[in-house]
């Protein structure tokens, strides 16, 4: 039997596992609706550095020494990095989890980017490339505001279509069975330091395409990303041959409370109803009080609510099997000013409780 | 036996074809030693667009084009793409072959992206997650001036040890046994088509670390990237249990005429000698008269060579076996600005006549 499945996507036949995972966010992150669940909260969002892009390097980089510690293991014990922010040529990351030392492989799906790091990540695990990889990507508010927006000073007025840049990072180590096998085995530690049991793995991915709607309202990033999400959940059914009720969660990046209606609008227009399983973590992150408008977004948004709140639902057991579907909208300062349009990405991961 | 090799090396255990490849270049390149080489040259560098960025997607649209007729085959044929750029947030890529509909993987290793993306295209393929993919990279003088240094307006005087982007795209179709065997089986066509049997794979690859010597200076890329070739050339040898004597070249990216130096010297104190084979695509791109001082450089620099210059030296049988390296220098225009370092990173891709 192929790995290969449809015309999009890939089944693993070996396990891949989360073997564990790391949050840490900013202080808008921390006193919103999931504010205890994560890892680590800055007291500021400045993490003891002068400029918002290090202030970003740090957060990649306690995030991932968070994951490392969570899973008993080093950066020595990684064999490959998978890793990507917002910033111009990725800086976040050349200066963050960069300097671990780890073999890296740099990536860029704007937003999308966690997926895209589980997806590659688990393809090098899955292949027999790496038993242990990490992935990390991240965003911060104010570094992204300076990338693709106004100056913070400016005060700019944003629409209630717009969302908030989480700060935030998620790393994830992802393992073989062997992997697995050794970091379990030592079980005297697993009751006496705390180890949790990995609970969770990744069984598929569906690679997305990069779909262009014709929207070019940078303000309205919902919209411009939900065509995308809905390409790669279409697809992601027939290569599967599965329908909404295989999930008990299909969760998209960060579409926001905008993106969310028109995602169940486009796929309802296809025959597919995903409003009463669909979740959207850009909608989880904040609650109505924040002033966050549409829901957050970034690549650091959907990779600290896999990392803080699905994962634990999964291995609490309240849910089996989720799609984890981040999405990206592809733009640039440059891009924007040129009067183009805002094309999008979204790659789907099955996660399954083991 | 395990694929993976050493500390950051992977010995790929499956064939994976380079079916074919296409380079085009801008006028500049077409006016160099390897001018004749490439599949297509631009009538002038706009490539019939009105901004330098169109003119980059343009001419990496064209590049893949240009790999998909040489391999008789559409884009419809190609199970994922892995694609990067030099510019803010990939977007020559994300307008550029990003509209071709494949499911994408968007990367990030700076002027090394050519590297990561045959790494990565070669994994999937062995790895059995699909049995073509496309890699492909791109850069472009004027879109990366602007980008990175001065508007070209401003007549900015460059030091000798500058390097001058070069102005191209190249593109790679990988294959795996039965993408061979669809490709040549058609053996009437072979003759009658033009069809060149595919003469080179990829059988291994050393994943690059981030490497920061602390260098600052944007104006001498070339040694802020040499240190990182040197550490993963050294890192191979080791993996591998070979010498510089295995390749018939060894060859970087755009290390250019400073670099080059840097880099044979820092390994000769390790005590390893390449100055016999070693080779620049950023010095073999333009010639003397061509006032490119140091050299070419960009992510098209090391991708048009390898397709035009040293893919045929294999398939003609000058050379049975080298060491691809592109390398990176991981800068932005804010990281630069806030006084940062470069750090650098260096795939190496071996590849050896069938």
Redesign the interface.
């Known amino acids: 039997m192929?790995?290969?499945l449809g015309?999009?996507s890939?089944r693993f036949e070996k396990p891949v596992y989360i073997l564990n995972s790391g949050s840490v966010v900013g202080t808008k992150e921390g006193a919103g609706p999931l504010g205890k669940k994560f890892d680590r909260v800055g007291k500021d969002d400045w993490f003891g550095c002068k400029?918002w892009?290090d202030a970003e390097s740090t957060l990649q980089k306690m995030a991932a020494e968070t994951a490392l510690e969570k899973s008993f293991l080093e950066a020595k014990d990684i064999?490959?990095l998978f890793t990507?922010d917002?910033?111009?040529?990725?800086?976040a990351s050349?200066?963050g989890v960069?300097?671990l030392?780890?073999?890296?492989?740099?990536?860029?799906?704007?937003c999308s980017t966690c997926g895209?790091s589980l997806?590659?990540g688990s393809?090098?695990v899955?292949?027999?490339?790496?038993?242990r990889v990490l992935c990390v990507t991240s965003s911060h508010f104010a570094s992204a505001e300076?990338?693709f927006r106004f100056p913070l000073d400016y005060g700019n007025q944003r629409p209630l279509s717009a969302s908030w840049t989480v700060t935030g990072s998620g790393a994830f180590v992802l393992g073989d069975e062997s992997a697995m096998n050794s970091y379990v085995s030592d079980t005297t530690s697993v009751v006496s330091q705390g180890k949790r049991i990995p609970r969770a793995r990744i069984t598929g991915i569906t690679?997305?395409?990069?779909v262009?709607f014709g929207l070019k309202d940078s303000m309205n990033m919902g919209a411009c990303m939900a065509p995308a999400a809905a390409s790669t959940i279409q697809q992601h059914f027939q290569d599967f041959a599965v329908g909404p009720e295989e999930y008990d969660r299909i969760v998209t990046g960060d579409l926001g409370k905008v993106g969310q209606r028109v995602l169940i609008d486009l796929l309802k227009e296809r025959g597919i109803d995903i409003s009463k399983n669909h979740m959207d973590c850009g909608i989880e992150i904040y609650d109505e009080s924040q002033d966050a408008h549409a829901g957050g977004s970034g690549c650091g948004c959907s990779a600290v609510t896999l990392s803080a709140f699905l994962l634990p639902q999964l291995e609490d057991g309240a849910w089996k099997k989720i799609l984890f579907m981040p999405t990206g909208a592809?733009?640039?300062?440059?891009?924007f000013n040129?009067g183009?349009c805002v094309?999008a990405?979204a790659p789907g991961i099955v996660i399954e409780r083991v």
Request: charged content about 20%; aromatic content about 8%; cysteine-free.
């Open positions: 192929s790995k290969q015309a999009q890939i400029s892009e064999r490959y990507g917002l910033l111009g040529q990725s800086m050349s200066f960069g300097s030392g780890i073999p890296t492989f740099g990536l860029y799906g704007a895209e997806a590659l393809m090098a899955e292949g027999g490339f790496a038993d300076k990338e690679v997305g395409r990069i262009d592809l733009l640039s300062k440059t891009s040129e183009k094309p990405i």
